[in-house]
T-cell receptor
Framework: DAMVIQNPRYQVTQFGKPVTLSCSQT?????MYWYQQKSSQAPKLLFHYYDKDFNNEADTPDNFQSRRPNTSFCFLDIRSPGLGDAAMYLC?????????????FGPGTRLTVT | TQLLEQSPQFLSIQEGENLTVYCNSSSVFSSLQWYRQEPGEGPVLLVT?????EVKKLKRLTFQFGDARKDSSLHITAAQPGDTGLYLCAVAYSGAGSYQLTFGKGTKLSVIP
């Protein structure tokens, strides 16, 4: 089945130690998104790629970076994780950039910062 | 201020009961989506409503978009334990090369066997 895959499902890192979260998709969608979801809160968009074009949300901290080496893969890099970055990180894809195109979410990676 | 207000925030009911959850806003939207998110998983799209007054049914779930396209409701008939999860409403907007989903905070539903 075509799907959005996130690895690992659970990640523990130390305060200040860089960490990379991975997302891959078999849907061949043009757009890939990263959301942050803290406990009891709604998912919040961090940034998205439309093909190779990177779009950062205005309030996304510089500590968060992303890479998309090809259509299928997208990475979220947290350069110096703080305790406040502990959250569920959700990857999503959509065929194109328009509200008519649905977003498909991966299962998420739960990040713990010790 | 939150663009989408969902109520109630938490709901715990017995299996077989009916329930309705709400998603309200002061803004008008061209479409609205409902997602269900199970613990430890990503949101799964249930339905998209686009026309004011529209009603869509998905098995025991009935979704309605308000006539003014500012609000929506989700009604579950004869709730099952498998309906347990976080129900999120979201609106999408696109412009200037950006397409963003904005979510409400969700209603956390627990269906007790």
């Amino acid at each position: 089945d075509a799907m959005v895959i996130q690895n690992p499902r659970y990640q523990v890192t130390q305060f200040g130690k860089p960490v990379t979260l991975s997302c891959s998709q078999t849907l061949n969608h043009n757009v890939m998104y990263w959301y942050q979801q803290k406990s009891s809160q709604a998912p919040k968009l961090l940034f998205h790629y439309y093909d190779k074009d990177f779009n950062n949300e205005a309030d996304t901290p510089d500590n968060f970076q992303s890479r998309r080496p090809n259509t299928s893969f997208c990475f979220l890099d947290i350069r110096s994780p703080g305790l406040g970055d502990a959250a569920m990180y959700l990857c999503a894809t959509s065929r194109d950039l328009h509200s008519q195109y649905e977003q498909y979410f991966g299962p998420g990676t739960r990040l713990t910062v010790t | 201020t939150q663009l989408l207000e969902q109520s109630p925030q938490f709901l715990s009911i017995q299996e077989g009961e009916n329930l309705t959850v709400y998603c309200n806003s002061s803004s008008v939207f061209s479409s609205l989506q409902w997602y269900r998110q199970e613990p430890g998983e990503g949101p799964v799209l249930l339905v998209t409503v686009v026309t004011g007054g529209e009603v869509k049914k998905l098995k025991r779930l009935t979704f309605q978009f308000g006539d003014a396209r500012k609000d929506s409701s989700l009604h579950i008939t004869a709730a099952q334990p498998g309906d347990t999860g976080l129900y999120l409403c979201a609106v999408a907007y696109s412009g200037a090369g950006s397409y963003q989903l904005t979510f409400g905070k969700g209603t956390k539903l627990s269906v007790i066997p």
